[in-house]
């Protein structure tokens, strides 16, 4: 099993530009999520989705946008990349809710926005 | 509102040292707490959670309902521990998002 798969790994891009970080998954995960992370800010939950059709927003939604038309895929787009998105990605998944699902993590992708 | 506090940074001890880890949360409801662990160049991953009660690598973390707390405690330091640590919570009577706080790095000298 690849369990969670990431990409691109790293991307520059110019302040207005758009584009997606893909995130796919073969556990047949339910939950998936994205975080940034930030230095000294820890990990802040951007987007989630509970299952294929179904997506939230989470703590920093702003500036983002997801879909989740599969159970596998849940890409985050930037639509008019500014320098505040500069950070390291994370997506995760995992099975269940709570405390019985623990959260497997994509190897992150660092974006920088100049 | 749900919140995980980790009021550490850095912290620095030497092998054998004890070392403990801080993590205070808020939650109205019953949380499920969890510690993660990032060693340098790789993923995040999980390293116990409050439900099962276990000891991974020598780790182990108590919930305090009281204290709201979910400490993470080493007895003797090793250098391989050296890394960041991040407590998070999860609640389950919301809508399944998983918080963390912001992190705590440990750096274990020799």
């Known amino acids: 099993n690849a369990g969670v798969t990431q990409t691109p790994k790293f991307r520059i891009l110019k302040i207005g530009q758009s584009m997606t970080l893909q995130c796919t998954q073969d556990?047949?995960?339910?939950?998936m999520y994205w975080y940034r992370q930030d230095p000294g800010m820890g990990l802040k939950l951007i987007y989630y989705?509970?299952?294929?059709?179904?997506?939230d927003k989470g703590e920093v939604p702003n500036g983002y946008n997801v879909s989740r038309s599969t159970t596998e895929d849940f890409p985050l787009r930037l639509e008019l990349a500014a320098p505040s998105q500069t950070s390291v990605y994370f997506c995760?998944?995992?099975?269940?809710?709570?405390?019985?699902?623990?959260?497997?993590f994509g190897e992150g992708s660092r974006l920088t926005v100049l | 509102a749900q919140r995980v506090t980790q009021p550490e940074k850095l912290l620095s001890v030497f092998k054998g040292a004890p070392v403990e880890l801080k993590c205070n949360y808020s939650y109205s409801g019953s949380p499920e707490l969890f510690w993660y662990v990032q060693y340098s160049r790789q993923r995040l991953q999980l390293l116990l959670r409050?439900?099962s009660r276990e000891s991974i690598k020598g780790f182990t973390a108590d919930l305090n309902k009281g204290e709201t707390s979910f400490h993470l405690k080493k007895p003797f330091a090793q250098e391989e521990d050296s890394a960041m640590y991040y407590c998070a919570l999860s609640g389950l009577s919301n809508t399944d998002k998983l918080i963390f706080g912001t992190g705590t790095r440990l750096q274990v000298f020799p």
């Open positions: 556990m047949n995960h339910n939950y």
């Open positions: 995760a998944s995992r099975w269940t809710s709570g405390g019985t699902g623990e959260l497997f």
């Open positions: 409050h439900i």
């Open positions: 989705s509970v299952g294929a059709g179904i997506t």
